[in-house]
């Protein structure tokens, strides 16, 4: 990625570890499609060796015999995502399944199959802007990541979540919660001892404990954290909703045509409704553009789609000597830290229709203003 001006940009790499069960997966893979990045299952490379071995025959307490198996095998990915070992795709419902769960510490413990498995991880994601998640991803995997997070929950948290994926999936003959709890107990610890790959939280990982909080509002958190550190990175992804015009110099540049050419201007101050604390509602225009640009202080550009319906929230932190071109039909608010300006244009004969969010998507937001417009 180049930012606008200026030399080529390191790429962006989003690291998340933690305990097992604390939804990791689930969060970075929605995480990665929302920033339209790569996104790396580290432990869905240890369960598809596990679901291999199993299959082979090997003598599973042999662990060298484990290690002549696993380090011979090639672990990647498939344009859709899904984990493949040797080049074949291995079901989600076997390298997710109970059994999988309790073995995977034969490799997962296992020297040379970590270094063998880290090796091809770091080869993955080499010069890309990823996401990358697994027990040992910010402080192994990706020491440099620019954005690591410990991603965490409690116990019986992350049991009741399990318990809820497996029924989902209609297994029989489900272990009870309390069991579920003592089993990641007690794999916590054992993740915690490994001589290899031992399950830490990095000194300068965010520590996000998730109890409570809708998935919705992880990611969002997450793509906040993203965008106060590579500002550039949703740009790309929100490319249908908002087009964005940048000068090296103070004041005006050429952006868009306004629809039949001409645009009204006006100045706007933080108003009631949209400064931090009391957005309820997002907008969508018809018959024609809208643009913005931050003349002094703080805003946020929010984005949620261009859908009948709001889709998930997004925010832009709105950046000096740059333009924001809404286009029509994109649900959107922009707010207004307090002491703010804003220079406005609009096609003439713009028409603004309004919806309130509602539960998910007001956690979104709060989620974003938390991290980019704090109290």
Not at 5 to 10: Q, S
Not at 44 to 54: D, I, N, P
Not at 295 to 304: H, R
Request: with cysteine; proline share 6%; hydrophobic share 45%.
């Amino acid at each position: 990625m180049t930012a606008p001006g200026g030399p080529a940009l390191r790429p962006l790499v989003i690291a998340l570890d933690g305990p097992a069960g604390a939804g990791k997966s689930t969060v970075t893979r929605t995480l990665a499609g929302r920033l339209g990045i790569l996104f790396l299952d580290t432990g869905a490379m240890y369960r598809a060796s596990t679901v291999g071995l199993f299959a082979s025959g090997v003598d599973r307490d042999d662990p060298a015999a484990v290690a002549a198996f696993v380090t011979g095998r090639t672990v990647d990915f498939d344009a859709a995502g899904q984990v493949r070992l040797d080049g074949q795709v291995m079901p989600r419902e076997r390298i997710r399944s109970p059994e999988t769960t309790r073995e995977i510490w034969r490799v997962a413990d296992n020297p040379a199959c970590r270094a063998h498995l880290v090796a091809q991880q770091q080869a993955l994601v080499r010069g890309r802007d990823c996401v990358i998640e697994g027990r040992d991803a910010t402080t192994v995997i990706c020491p440099d990541a620019q954005l690591k997070v410990y991603l965490d929950a409690t116990p019986v948290e992350r049991a009741r979540r399990r318990l809820a994926e497996w029924t989902a999936q209609g297994r029989g003959d489900l272990p009870s919660l309390d069991a579920i709890a003592a089993e990641i107990e007690e794999r916590d610890a054992r993740d915690r001892g490994r001589a290899v790959g031992a399950l830490m939280m990095a000194d300068d990982a965010v520590h996000l404990v998730t109890d409570g909080m809708p998935p919705e509002a992880v990611v969002a958190r997450l793509i906040a954290l993203a965008v106060q550190r590579h500002p550039f990175i949703l740009e790309r992804a929100v490319t249908d909703q908002v087009v964005v015009g940048r000068s090296r110099q103070p004041g005006y540049v050429s952006v868009a045509e306004g629809g039949d050419g001409r645009w009204k201007l006006g100045l706007t101050n933080p108003s009631d409704g949209r400064i931090p604390g009391t957005v309820r509602d997002l907008t969508r225009n018809h018959g024609g553009r809208q643009a913005g640009t931050v003349v002094q202080g703080a805003a946020l550009l929010l984005l949620a789609g261009r859908g009948e319906e709001h889709g998930s929230v997004v925010a832009l932190p709105m950046l000096p000597q740059t333009w924001y071109v809404i286009e029509p039909g994109a649900w959107h608010a922009v707010v207004q830290a307090h002491g703010t300006i804003c220079a406005w244009a609009e096609a003439d004969g713009l028409r603004e229709e309004r919806r309130a969010m509602d539960p998910v998507r007001q956690a979104e937001l709060e989620a974003h203003l938390a991290v980019l417009l704090p109290k």
